[in-house]
């Protein structure tokens, strides 16, 4: 049965209860601050009722006023006297934590009719978080798009080999935490998990930083340090932007993963190394090796699999998705008034961009969510109000390549990868299809 909390400032007549009751409510009323903490500590509930008799000093109805902010997860009606509603503290808090209001006197049929659509809301909130939290619990990523579905089930056949990886995609499309689920989901799970920054480390302390360093090795090098390598032993180490080492640094990284060992700088002893090493960089990567940026034997060495992560703009599908989610985790947090996101602030959000991908996103959500003085999330409250302007629109060449490149994955999905039966089925040649899957970066080992 459905349990119903009311707070009251006064006592609250028998019929009323009853008739309550009668609609299949479990009711439990309070007029004492001390036992409304205790019946909601003891019991749980999903709608609350607050009974205001009259417009009484703010300290009187204080308790109730905190209990309500307190327990976001339920869905609040209130009633009182009409005059009151114009009073800010109360107008206020029904705009922004209450589900409805009603006026005395009360109208006990209409009022377990609100009751009983609050308690639908939260049992529709709670069933849209719980398919949130299976669309999550693919590898810590969101997303019901066929290019996440393929990022999926190139992450678990990763995790299934024990092979270098090499994840490419634009910066903020999740490189990281797909690394992290190949990792999590692997046979080294149990073992650690290193992040290597390669963008981020000074030039002249990169060689010191992966493979350590002896006493003495160079000036200030005061005792004998172990390098990130030597820190992942038996687990993963993750080289985000390996794009940016120098020629130095590649020949000994590639060295390394010939032979399993490592030399510390100022050292002459091989150390042997169980390391398996996932590579990401957002940069084409093709390009640096044809400018003689990035050595073609390493390429070779770390992309034994390669995965893609998508960006926003080709997974347009996940965005509002994406942004409930975001909405969900960051208002459990914090204190906030937001109840979700306004139709504007929808409209915005899926027309945008996206430039800085899932982690712009996420930071233009967090902001939003701290920020946000109303009830529904604005496009100003996520500061799109004008950028969104400039580009509210997907143009027909960017239409017609998303659609190509999702024909031909799923076409080559079904004949097994078959180049000369997937050709046949799209009615091209196989020299033009190889040219289309270049041309989209599609590959076995991504599909």
């Known amino acids: 049965m459905r349990k119903l909390l009311i707070l009251s400032t006064a006592a609250v007549e028998d019929e009323l209860i ?45 308790w109730v006023i905190d209990l309500m902010l ?182 000994n990284l590639l060295r390394f993963l010939e032979e399993k060992k490592i030399r510390r700088l100022g050292g002459t002893k091989p150390i042997p190394a169980n390391v398996r090493v996932i590579a990401a960089t957002h940069t084409k990567i093709e390009q640096a090796m044809r400018d003689g940026r990035f050595r073609e034997d390493l390429f070779y060495r770390l992309n034994v699999l390669h995965l893609r992560a998508p960006t926003l703009r080709e997974r347009r599908g996940d965005v509002e998705l994406l942004a409930r989610y975001f909405f969900n985790k960051f208002s459990a947090e914090v204190k906030t008034v937001a109840k979700g996101f306004s139709r504007d602030a929808l409209e915005v959000i899926n027309r945008y961009d996206w430039p800085g991908n899932v982690r712009e996103l996420m930071n233009r959500v967090r902001r939003a969510v701290l920020l946000s003085e109303g009830p529904y999330i604005s496009p100003a409250d996520l500061e799109l109000e004008r950028r969104s302007l400039g580009r509210g629109f997907v143009t027909l060449d960017e239409a017609r390549m998303a659609a190509d490149r999702e024909v031909i994955q799923a076409t080559l999905l079904r004949t097994r990868f078959n180049i000369a039966r997937a050709a046949q089925e799209l009615s091209v040649s196989r020299m033009t299809l190889y040219r289309l899957m270049e041309k989209y970066d599609i590959r076995r080992d991504n599909l």
């Open 18 to 62: 009853q008739k309550i009751s009668a609609a299949d409510w479990e009711v439990y009323w309070t007029q004492d601050p001390g036992q409304a903490r205790v019946l909601l500590t003891e019991q749980s509930f999903r709608v609350g009722l607050a009974l205001l008799f009259s417009c009484e000093p703010e300290r009187s109805i204080q």
């Open 70 to 251: 307190a327990r976001r997860k339920m869905q609040w009606v209130i009633a009182l006297p009409r005059p009151c509603v114009e009073r800010k503290l109360l107008s206020g808090l029904i705009a922004e934590r209450c589900y409805d209001y009603h006026t005395l006197p009360i109208d006990a049929q209409r009022l377990t009719v609100t009751l009983g659509h609050a308690y639908g809301m939260v049992e529709l909130t709670e069933i849209n978080l719980r398919q949130q939290r299976e669309t999550e619990a693919q590898y810590g990523l969101t997303g019901n798009s066929s290019m996440m579905q393929t990022l999926f089930r190139g992450i678990q056949k990763a995790a299934e080999v024990d092979v270098p990886v090499l994840i490419t995609g634009e910066i903020g499309t999740g490189k990281e935490q797909a690394a992290r689920a190949i990792h999590e989901n692997s046979s080294r799970a149990a073992a650690p998990f290193v992040v290597v920054n390669c963008e981020a480390l000074v030039v002249d302390l990169i060689q010191s930083e992966l493979f350590g360093h002896e006493k003495g090795a160079f000036a200030g090098a005061g005792e004998r340090r172990i390098g990130q390598i030597e820190a992942a032993a038996g687990g993963t180490l993750f080289l985000d932007e390996v794009g940016n080492l120098g020629p130095e640094v590649q020949a």
